[in-house]
């Protein structure tokens, strides 16, 4: 056999193996009525700050821990702070002193007035008598007079220490909120994703220390062409498929639908050719499931997404939901018997639920 033929059958059988393998390894095609796209499995992410410049004191979680709505996860340096919050409280006591000075003058003041007015009217009733000169009684009026307006000031300083005591706690109240605000907790419970920040370190304000995924909050985008996401109501029931566990098809909905086209990402593959624009459509989980499946949420699972654009269309036999064992490693229809422990079993979907 010469050379030629030989190269001749090599090809051939190596064309009729890629034609097989495709026909043997493409998916089969989604029934009328529905559509889907791959995505990755996402959790809203939000950032844990610094709200005022400073250094890093202690960072208290690693990444992959939970953390619980309120849980302190780092602390930054007050030490400055600190000495500034004893400096307004100082200043708050010695305001009072000076307080409790200007009250006293108030009563001596208040009881030389007292007997400037008395001297004053039995000045004016001798007048009428003769025994004493209208001079002597101007006089001992301008006295009083001169008693009123000391007395007068002395409320004044009064009030003026009384605003500098409500000024240094108004110094002492932002100093110690500053203080509290240095003490880092998180919004919500989460999963650290990203430890961004290590102690010693010096952060401007809005510094950001942990990246933190919501784990009530999961959800995958897909792309879909306007020719289905024309026809695809909001709430409408969908599908995840997951490629780490391909045989459990995970009940979402519909949560959102894009009003912009654009054109789909480099790091999604479409039918579709590159060109065409689509809309992303967002596939959020049920909150109310996420914790009983909280262990197995990782952000960045690549998967399927599917949706249901025609109401009246039944879900096909590999996309119905199936209860998940325990056991993710146990094939579709397995009892779950060896890691029963390991998750507690979804409850059963309310009446209206996406089912």
């Known amino acids: 056999m ?7 059958i090599a090809v ?13 390894l493409r998916k089969p095609p989604l029934p009328p009525g529905f559509a889907g796209g791959n995505g990755r499995l996402e959790a ?3 950032y844990i700050s610094t709200k005022y410049p400073g250094r890093i004191q202690d960072v208290l979680v690693d990444e992959g821990d939970t953390v619980e709505a309120g849980q302190t996860v780092a602390r930054m340096d007050t030490a400055a702070l600190q000495a500034q919050l004893r400096e307004a409280q100082a200043q708050i006591r010695q305001a009072q002193d000076s307080r409790d000075v200007a009250l006293a003058q108030v009563r001596v003041k208040q009881a030389n007035y007292d007997y400037a007015a008395r001297d004053a009217a039995r000045s004016q009733e001798l007048v009428g008598k003769g025994a004493v000169s209208q001079q002597e009684a101007d006089l001992d009026n301008a006295k009083k007079l001169a008693a009123r307006a000391e007395l007068d000031s002395a409320h004044v300083s ?11 706690k108004a110094t002492a109240d932002r100093l110690q909120a500053e203080i509290n605000d240095a003490t880092l907790v998180s919004p919500i419970r989460a999963r650290v994703e990203t430890r961004l920040s290590e102690p010693g370190e010096v952060l401007p304000a809005g510094g950001r220390v942990f990246a933190v995924n919501d784990l009530s909050d999961v959800y995958m985008y897909v792309y879909l062409p306007s020719d289905v996401t024309g026809k695809l109501p909001l709430g409408s029931e969908a599908r995840i498929v997951l490629d780490a566990a391909p045989q459990y098809p995970i009940r979402t909905f519909v949560s959102f639908v894009s009003p912009v086209a654009q054109f789909t990402p ?3 593959e479409t039918a579709e050719e590159r060109h065409n624009l689509t809309f ?3 596939l959020q989980l049920d909150k109310n499931r996420l914790r009983e499946w909280e262990p197995l949420v990782k952000v960045g699972l690549p998967g399927m997404g599917y949706v249901r654009w025609n109401t009246a269309a039944t879900w096909p036999t590999k996309l119905a939901w199936k209860q998940p064992p325990a056991n993710l490693w146990e094939p579709a229809g397995g009892t779950g018997q060896a890691a029963a422990a390991t998750l507690p079993a979804a409850p059963a979907p309310a009446a209206n639920s996406v089912r």
């Open 2 to 8: 010469s050379r030629q033929v030989i190269i001749i």
């Open 12 to 24: 051939i059988v190596l064309v009729a193996g890629g034609v097989g393998a495709y026909f043997l």
């Open 44 to 46: 809203k992410e939000i």
């Open 158 to 168: 009064v009030v003026q220490t009384a605003s500098a005591i409500d000024a240094a």
């Open 266 to 268: 480099k790091t999604v």
């Open 280 to 282: 992303r459509v967002k």
